[in-house]
């Protein structure tokens, strides 16, 4: 059984940043690519920001410059680190992981979700 657990939303003012993590934790044999997701009222969950194993990211242009993604894989872990941040951003925030658990087969699971909501 596999879990992903995020934590670091909230609210916080326009040009303010807020870090958001999401902790992998159950059987699990190798993570490979993770990502950080958003879903605003009325539109579809759309990539913020994915990361491979090895660390290399990519941003959907709206982020870009402004939001940074990261991981430690000793513990499992992506971070999102946003900075500069806009009402536009205001969204639930989604991680997402490519995982490989014990019994080798590999498997894609999602966050319960947390809110982040900008104020102009």
């Known amino acids: 059984q596999v879990q992903l657990v995020e934590s670091g939303g909230g609210l916080v003012q326009a040009g303010g940043s807020l870090r958001l993590s999401c902790a992998a934790s159950g059987s699990i044999r190798r993570i490979n690519d993770m990502g950080w997701y958003r879903q605003a009222p009325g539109n579809q969950r759309e990539l913020v920001a994915r990361i491979t194993d090895s660390g290399n990211g990519g941003y959907v242009d709206s982020v870009k410059g402004r939001f940074t993604i990261s991981r430690d894989n000793a513990k499992n872990t992506v971070y999102l680190q946003m900075s500069s941040l806009k009402p536009e951003d205001t969204a639930v925030y989604y991680c997402?992981?490519?995982?490989?658990?014990?019994?080798?087969?590999?498997?894609?699971?999602w966050g319960q979700g947390t809110q982040v909501t900008v104020s102009s």
């Open positions: 997402n992981a490519q995982i490989t658990g014990s019994t080798y087969s590999t498997t894609i699971y």
